[in-house]
């Protein structure tokens, strides 16, 4: 336990050296760019959320097509029961 919680601060302290000496290396360039990534990162969520709540909109032929697999579901279960109604686990 106590060797998980200093290998994690040591890696703590090592990324934070790590950042500033990147800083003071190469100033603020890396940061920018990661930055940008970021930002790219995040407007391709925002389409994805987008496009999700665009299929809530439609979410009644979600909805009937759950049903729909629900049932289906439901007679396959059924059809695999014996005769003591037992269910068979193939």
């Keep these: 336990?106590?060797?998980?919680?200093?290998?994690t601060i040591l890696?703590?302290?090592?990324?934070?050296?790590?950042?500033?000496?990147?800083?003071?290396w190469k100033g603020g360039e890396p940061f920018r760019w990661m930055?940008?990534?970021?930002?790219?990162a995040?407007?391709?969520i925002e389409r994805f959320g987008?496009?999700?709540?665009?299929?809530k909109k439609g979410s009644e032929k979600i909805i009937e097509?759950?049903?729909t697999f629900d049932s289906i579901q439901?007679?396959?279960?059924?059809q695999s029961e014996d005769k003591d109604?037992?269910?068979?686990k193939d």
Excluded at 1 to 7: D, K, T
Excluded at 74 to 78: P, S, Y
């Design 1 to 7: 336990m106590f060797r998980i919680l200093f290998r």
């Design 11 to 24: 890696i703590i302290f090592i990324l934070i050296v790590f950042t500033i000496s990147l800083a003071v």
């Design 35 to 40: 930055g940008g990534k970021i930002e790219i």
């Design 42 to 44: 995040g407007k391709t």
């Design 50 to 55: 987008d496009r999700i709540d665009g299929m």
């Design 65 to 67: 097509l759950k049903e």
């Design 74 to 78: 439901g007679n396959e279960q059924k």
């Design 85 to 88: 109604g037992a269910i068979n």
